[in-house]
Antibody
Framework: QLQESGPGLVKPSETLSLTCTVS??????????WGWIRQPPGKGLEWIAS???????YYNPSVQGRVTISVDTSNNRFSLKLNSVTAADTAVYFC?????????????WGRGTLVTVSA | AIQMTQSPSSLSASVGDSVTITCRAS??????LAWYQQKAGQAPKLLIY???TLERGVSSRFSGSGSGTDFTLTIRSLESEDFATYYC?????????FGQGTRLEMK
């Protein structure tokens, strides 16, 4: 299971910080990457970033330069930081497991957390 | 970035019908494609991966096919629980990209 946590309201120009806690399994399992995907209200899905337990990370160019993904293997969790947010960053943010070993895509998802950017 | 284009954007059908959704990639992605189902207020659910492999626990009424640039998701004998939005996603190359979604509505 995956569970997102973090503030539901962030002010413009500030930093959005979210954490995803992984239960029922190790974040260090060799088959998996871990990722963040977001969905603005009423719109489609956008992949933001993915990370391996070693720290190897990939970012979407649409947010690169503003985003950092990190992993905390000791606590079985990974995190997202997105700085200089604007109203366009308002979205439901999902964390998910990417099974790259079997080329499965994102096979387990958190329930998502709505982050609103507003003063 | 590889663009994923789904068609149609929306679709009306009745219980018992069969429907097909198409996903086209702007460049070849082999079979590195997944299909997801998303219901309102829920996270997406993986249905199909590797273009045609049914995820464990998913009804056999769902099937996928294709390789390269053209892919299809077929749902046969629609049930009420199938009315949702469907997304394709490529993971052949970063950045991973999703189609814009196909909303399947009850007629």
């Amino acid at each position: 299971q995956l569970q997102e946590s973090g503030p539901g309201l962030v002010k413009p120009s500030e930093t959005l910080s979210l954490t995803c806690t992984v239960s029922d399994g190790s974040i260090s399992h060799s088959n998996y990457y871990w990722g963040w995907i977001r969905q603005p209200p009423g719109k489609g899905l956008e992949w933001i970033a993915s990370i391996y337990h070693s720290g190897s990370a990939y970012y979407n160019p649409s947010v690169q330069g503003r985003v950092t993904i990190s992993v905390d293997t000791s606590n079985n969790r990974f995190s997202l930081k997105l700085n200089s947010v604007t109203a366009a960053d308002t979205a439901v943010y999902f964390c998910a497991r990417l099974d790259y070993y079997y080329d499965k895509g994102f096979d387990i998802w958190g329930r998502g957390t709505l982050v609103t950017v507003s003063a | 970035a590889i663009q994923m284009t789904q068609s149609p954007s929306s679709l009306s059908a009745s219980v018992g019908d069969s429907v097909t959704i198409t996903c086209r990639a702007s460049q070849g992605i082999s079979t590195a494609l997944a299909w997801y189902q998303q219901k309102a207020g829920q996270a997406p659910k993986l249905l199909i991966y590797d273009a045609s492999t049914l995820e464990r626990g998913v009804s056999s009424r769902f099937s996928g096919s294709g390789s390269g640039t053209d892919f299809t998701l077929t749902i046969r004998s629609l049930e009420s629980e199938d009315f949702a939005t469907y997304y394709c996603q490529q993971f052949n190359r970063y950045p991973m990209t999703f189609g814009q979604g196909t909303r399947l509505e009850m007629k």
